[in-house]
């Protein structure tokens, strides 16, 4: 189920997002009726999931009003094994389709790209686990006037729970290209559990748990999720009809339709436009 995080910035209810992925994730998306979250150790970028220097040099300033310093350097120490039990699912926030997407995600002959809404992706979370929605904030880590530092500072959620979450929703300023919007799934109630109970000696006696290889698959309804399923530009008229034919088998009634991204311009196009 979705829940708000103070500090973190969703997307409005009627903002478009987009999920680039190939044929057979999306088949199995149809057949388990589920959204594939990965370990965020398990990202292509090395720094994904770390608390940026910037934000450690500046919350140690603050810790005598908030607490032990011991405590919060042992979750900090702890910050990059957690990374294998924080699971995250990407999006793409666009108005339009965008063939730098499809370019990225190798997505040519088997890609598609489902399309939907911010409050369709709320009300088609049907997990028991708490799922946090948000955009990623792009961040020069070498400085403090970045929105992100000053919400991570300002947020009053316990502290824990800030340490663990926050650093899920920020990248890099190289990274920006992407506009990503990111649902992060709960961590393992055990571990939380712990992480809740405010003693160093509880947190540091702790096990992080292997609880899964690359990631974890969670509930959705598909038919609210998806509003429209458009095929990759590349590929050929039968792939279209592919998809088509094994939406229906499995009974669900939104709509797939080919990228018309290449598709050359119609005569009157180019009269209106004065190219003759």
Known sequence: MYEELEGINPPNDEDTLWRYTNFEKFVNLLVTESLFFTRADKFEDPYEGFIPQSIIDAYKHSLTRVAPEEFVEAIMKRNE?????????????????????????????????????????????????????????????????????????????PLAKKLTYFPYFQKRKEYEHEQEVRLVVDIDPFVMDALNNQTVDSFLEIGLPDICDIGMLFNIDVDTLIDEVIVSPYAENWITETVRSVVDKYGFNFRVNPSTLLDSPALDEIITDGGL
């Open 81 to 157: 094994d957690s990374r294998k039990y924080v699971m995250c699912n990407c999006w793409h926030q666009n108005i339009v389709e965008s063939m730098a997407m499809w370019e990225k995600y190798y997505m040519r002959n088997s890609g598609v790209a489902i399309k939907t809404t911010m409050q369709k992706m709320k009300n088609s979370l049907t997990n028991t686990h708490s799922i946090y929605i948000g955009k990623i904030e792009y961040i020069y880590d070498n400085t403090d006037d970045n929105q992100y530092m000053q919400n991570f500072l300002n947020s009053e959620i």
